[in-house]
């Protein structure tokens, strides 16, 4: 189990993506409800640091993201 410290679920929007070994949390943003907050994950510590370092990308995307997918050709290493 890895503790998501720092990840917030407000409003109940929520989903996730799984890209070049790391995941990518959409969250319903603090400050608008129709906005969305991403925050990445560096799962498998590519900037090799020690951590796997929770980092949110930006609080007010300009949309409200609902569902997430990634193709299935797309990387599972870091590029």
């Given at each position: ?32 409800l129709f906005?969305?907050?991403v925050t ?34 797309a990387p599972?290493?870091?590029?």
């Open positions: 189990m890895l503790p998501l410290n720092g990840l917030e679920i407000n409003n109940g929007a929520f989903a996730f993506a799984f890209f070049a070994g790391d995941f990518y949390f959409f969250t319903d943003s603090d400050n608008d906005n969305s907050e990445h994950l560096d799962y498998d510590d590519s900037d090799m640091n020690g951590v796997q370092d929770l980092t949110v990308l930006t609080q007010d995307a300009p949309l409200l993201v609902v569902g997430a997918g990634v193709s299935t050709c599972v290493l870091p590029m």
